[in-house]
């Protein structure tokens, strides 16, 4: 889930509205550099929305960003994870050691929590979506040997107190976040929404730049889920943005159309690069649709977006499942 590499980037804090901080993480990612947690003054201490991820040095710019904002671990009251992801939620345990702080995430965190109880199982699962998606089994097994060193990116696993579900709420001094169910990115995602001040924490259902990933096997339609998702957010009819990634933004409904646009754009080259004759793989089509050629460091995302999209165009009746292991597909 990380590139090995060490974060070039240090922990940054800054006030993005009296009461409301931005903890600027570094992450190891190629072209994600960096992730956003969100502090939000409670009381005598703070709810911390997100973690961060964790790797050698993680807590001490987690620190170095509250600090920067005159903030300390101590003062987190609730750790509240927008979704299970290890970007942003990979420090839980540790800032809970440190502060007492309880944990809510929404209960469908399994694409995670199962993981963790059997690693192997986590590496076992990147193959067979690469030998399901027909990459010769010999370069799966190559580029499973290099990645299987790398950290997961989560200390002491993940333990929750409290399920973030429709409805839930989280008090702060700035008023109420509502947690709205927003699946489609992972099968755990929550938004978090204060109606008084037309406020969204959208983890990585929305971000400032416009960017697509699901996690693929869990569920029948992430797609579906996803685009449901952007439908529910829109009527709330958020002005300010606090993303997982990358900066605050007003333009909330330009963005929600740019998804869209996003992922119609992806199904249509996903449909342009079958054909109603001779079944093709995802390894087949996804450097068309992607317009880059699959590499050990990209292929585990692609090949789990673009299964998604195949399986999206099979539930809505455009694309049919001609053949398994690995799988075809063909036009309608």
Same mark, same amino acid.
């Given at each position: 889930?990380s590139?090995?590499?060490a974060a070039?980037?240090?922990? &940054?804090g800054?006030? *993005?509205?009296?009461?409301?901080w931005?903890? &600027?993480?570094?992450l190891?990612?190629?072209?994600?550099?960096?992730?956003?947690?969100?502090?939000?003054?409670?009381?005598?201490?703070i @709810?911390l929305?997100?973690?961060?991820?964790?790797q050698?040095?993680?807590?001490?710019?987690?620190e170095?960003a509250?600090?920067? @904002?005159? $903030?300390?671990l =101590?003062?987190?009251?609730s750790?509240?994870?927008?979704?299970a992801?290890?970007d942003?939620?990979?420090?839980t345990?540790?800032?809970?050691?440190?502060?007492?702080?309880?944990?809510?995430?929404?209960?469908?965190h399994?694409? $995670?929590?199962?993981?963790?109880?059997d690693?192997?199982?986590?590496?076992?699962?990147?193959?067979?979506i690469?030998?399901?998606s027909?990459?010769?089994?010999?370069?799966?097994?190559?580029?499973?040997a290099?990645?299987?060193?790398?950290?997961?990116g989560? /200390?002491g696993?993940?333990?929750?107190?409290?399920?973030?579900?429709?409805?839930?709420?989280?008090?702060?001094?700035l008023?109420?976040?509502?947690?709205?169910e927003?699946?489609?990115?992972?099968?755990?995602? *929550?938004? $978090?929404?204060?109606?008084? &001040?037309?406020m969204?924490?959208?983890?990585?259902?929305?971000?400032?730049?416009?960017?697509?990933?699901?996690?693929?096997?869990?569920?029948?339609d992430?797609i579906? =889920?996803?685009l /449901?998702s952007?439908?529910?957010?829109?009527? $709330?009819d958020?002005?300010?943005?606090l993303?997982?990634?990358?900066?605050?933004?007003?333009? *909330? =409904?330009g963005?929600?159309?740019?998804?869209? /646009?996003? *992922?119609?754009e992806?199904?249509?080259?996903?449909?342009d690069a079958?054909?109603?004759?001779?079944?093709?793989?995802? /390894?087949?089509?996804?450097?068309?649709?992607?317009?880059?050629?699959?590499?050990?460091?990209n292929?585990s995302?692609?090949?789990?977006? @673009?299964q998604?999209?195949?399986?999206?165009?099979v539930?809505t009746?455009?694309?049919?499942?001609?053949?398994?292991?690995?799988?075809?597909?063909?036009l309608?």
């Amino acid at each position: 889930m990380s590139s090995g590499r060490a974060a070039k980037e240090l922990g &940054r804090g800054e006030r *993005v509205v009296p009461g409301v901080w931005r903890l &600027r993480l570094p992450l190891p990612w190629p072209g994600v550099p960096h992730g956003n947690a969100w502090a939000v003054a409670a009381g005598d201490g703070i @709810v911390l929305f997100d973690t961060g991820m964790h790797q050698p040095g993680s807590l001490a710019h987690l620190e170095r960003a509250l600090d920067m @904002v005159h $903030l300390r671990l =101590e003062l987190v009251r609730s750790v509240v994870l927008t979704h299970a992801h290890v970007d942003h939620c990979g420090q839980t345990t540790p800032i809970v050691l440190r502060s007492g702080a309880d944990v809510w995430c929404h209960p469908d965190h399994g694409h $995670l929590t199962k993981w963790l109880a059997d690693p192997d199982s986590y590496w076992e699962r990147r193959v067979e979506i690469a030998l399901q998606s027909g990459v010769p089994e010999a370069d799966v097994r190559a580029a499973s040997a290099l990645v299987r060193r790398e950290d997961i990116g989560i /200390a002491g696993g993940l333990q929750v107190d409290h399920d973030l579900v429709d409805g839930v709420t989280i008090d702060t001094d700035l008023g109420t976040f509502e947690a709205v169910e927003t699946p489609g990115h992972a099968p755990s995602h *929550v938004c $978090l929404f204060n109606a008084d &001040r037309r406020m969204l924490i959208s983890g990585d259902h929305l971000l400032g730049r416009v960017s697509l990933f699901f996690d693929f096997g869990y569920t029948p339609d992430p797609i579906g =889920e996803f685009l /449901a998702s952007l439908d529910r957010v829109e009527q $709330l009819d958020a002005r300010l943005c606090l993303s997982g990634h990358g900066r605050t933004f007003t333009d *909330v =409904e330009g963005h929600i159309r740019a998804n869209r /646009a996003l *992922v119609a754009e992806r199904l249509q080259a996903t449909e342009d690069a079958l054909s109603r004759t001779e079944p093709r793989t995802p /390894a087949d089509i996804a450097p068309s649709v992607f317009d880059v050629a699959l590499t050990p460091e990209n292929g585990s995302w692609l090949l789990g977006e @673009v299964q998604c999209f195949l399986r999206h165009l099979v539930v809505t009746g455009r694309v049919e499942i001609a053949d398994r292991d690995p799988d075809r597909f063909r036009l309608l």
